[in-house]
């Protein structure tokens, strides 16, 4: 079941410090069963698309671009802008809508942010619909922009990797994050597509050349500089494995965990780390899935999720 082109009921600009606004959607059934989208990145943005997995009859479905991002202003600030300010973001939005408790969708690093939300303030929700894990600890990290998922795509990651001078090529995440945050903007551009290609590349199942980005576009900015100002600085916590360390505050909470089996972003290790710290969890292994959630047996597994939950309260 696709909910395509649900549309938008209401927009919000919500100030959550005194530096960033975020931009808010409503959508679906104002009296429904709240529930949130994240999305990933960090540096993603929500779209038309995110909306998809939701029935606009059952689902009162709010969506977000996160600090830096979309239509939140200002456009890839920096300042402020770490995991537990998105936390707190949430809070913002969930009071300001009035809403005692919700739903928490995410996928990739939007399964980051829910966990951490969760962690957080578990009171306030009631399931966990996570794909794509991503735990942000550096062995995560580096299986992606240092030595891992090169190995599956050598001639992509040789050309992400080349572009970096050989005596900075040992840490390629901060060789980026230098080179996109020049005062030069040639160089700055240049980064954010080398960084794009790359993963673009590996993001399908089965890869597709057209989805490759050839010039760099408004999201390829902030997927580029938001990643790497994360990775860069170790995604802000204090200790390495910050999630599945504080699993014991998750175990009361309901959670589906969908995850590809040939995810080369994400490995399907993390997800299956995080059903061994949450037993209650239900975690599906896609057979023929990747990172992306819209090729057909990931997005098919995440809608039926969706749907099973609203026979289920």
Known sequence: MMYKDTPVNQTYRIAVDETHMLYVEECGNPD??????LHGGPGGAISENSRRFFDPQYYRIILFDQRGTGQSTPFLCLENNTVLDSVADMEVIRE????????????????????AYAIH????????????????????VDWLFQEGAGYFYPEAFEQFKQWIPENEQSDLVQAYYCRMTSDDEVVREKAYLKWNQWESAIVRLVPDEASIPISISKGDRSIGLLEAHYFANKMFWNEDNYLLNRADKLQ???MDIVHGRYDIDCRPLGAYELKKAC?????????LGGHTPFEDAMFKA???VMEQLKHEK
């Open 252 to 254: 009361s909470i309901p």
């Open 302 to 304: 995440l809608c039926q």
């Open 96 to 115: 300001y809508l009035d809403i005692k408790a919700w739903y928490i969708f995410g996928g990739s690093y939007g399964s980051t942010l829910a966990l």
């Open 279 to 287: 037993p209650q969890a239900n975690l599906q292994l896609i057979a």
């Open 32 to 37: 429904g069963q709240p529930v949130v989208f």
């Open 121 to 140: 303030h578990p009171e306030r929700v009631q399931h966990l619909i996570l794909r794509g894990i991503f735990l942000g600890r550096q062995s995560d």
